[in-house]
């Protein structure tokens, strides 16, 4: 059954209710999170956070320091189990599922600082991703017949992988190793690697941190690209102007709880957000 016709088979109370710190947004959300609860050591990190994300959109996650962005990224993807609350994504409770098992379902998380095999090539980091890979090793011990299915399968997924590199203009850095790239190129690295996965929503954790202008804006657009061809986004991003500028819908945290959503016309004029910027007193 297609997202579409799942969506419009599901009913449930929490959908029907929509985002309670919704300012203006008609949603059909790919990914739900509803009362999300979190404490560690007894601070409390998340506070009921709950907000939808739209299929096909850039939606931007942002909030001062401490308000508990990573916090929710991590628990969205399975890192850390949540207190209470509950995850939906694509039609499905996911709550409290390994990060292996939410990959698997389409929801990929990458990281603010990238955590590629830096001994490794950029094209042999390309090729580990992808799920349910054959082994030649086992399939040769146990079904020789299979070699021939093995060598097909590599030859797909090295295709791939350079097809993915060509997107990011940096095919002409495969042979070299990771660990010599720049943080911008490392960047492009990770965000192609996790499209191996084919992924429906990917969680990008400051996507920009240590990109240099150029290659700032070179991503931009492979995002937008990506958008337009039917991915997902959800961003933790510190530069306001960025996700101001490029995302048609802005969630906004502060001290463990959603303060308001809605897109960035909207929450630029908010006044609780601008209090939570600025320090000021927040109703």
Known sequence: MSRQSRAEDTTNDDADAGDPH??????????????????????????????DVESETLTGLIGPNGAGKSTTFNVISGAIEPDA???????????????????????????????????????????LPPKNQRGETAWRSVLPGMRNDV????E??????????????????????????????RKLLELAR??????????????????NPSLEKELLDRLEDL??????????EHD??????HCERVIVMHQGQTLVTGS???VRSEERVIEAYLGGEVA
């Open 22 to 51: 919704g300012l203006d947004w008609q949603a059909n959300p790919v990914l739900s999170v509803n009362g999300l609860q979190k404490s560690f050591q007894g601070v409390t990190a998340l506070d009921g956070v709950s907000f």
């Open 151 to 154: 060598q097909r399968d590599e």
């Open 264 to 266: 960035p016309e909207e």
């Open 85 to 127: 609350g509950r995850i939906t994504f694509d039609g499905e409770d996911i709550t409290g599922l390994e990060p292996y098992q939410t990959s698997s379902r389409g929801l990929v998380r990458t990281f603010q600082i990238a955590r590629e095999f830096e001994n490794m090539t950029v094209l042999e980091n390309m090729m």
């Open 240 to 245: 306001m102007d960025l996700i101001m500028q």
């Open 194 to 211: 996790s499209l191996m996965l084919d992924p429906d929503v990917l969680l990008l954790d400051e996507p920009f941190a240590g990109v």
């Open 227 to 236: 958008r337009d061809r039917g991915r997902t986004f959800l961003l933790v």
């Open 156 to 185: 797909e997924l090295f295709e791939r992988a350079w097809e993915m590199l060509e997107f990011f203009d940096i095919d002409h850095l495969a042979l070299k190793d990771a660990g010599t790239l720049s943080g911008g190129q």
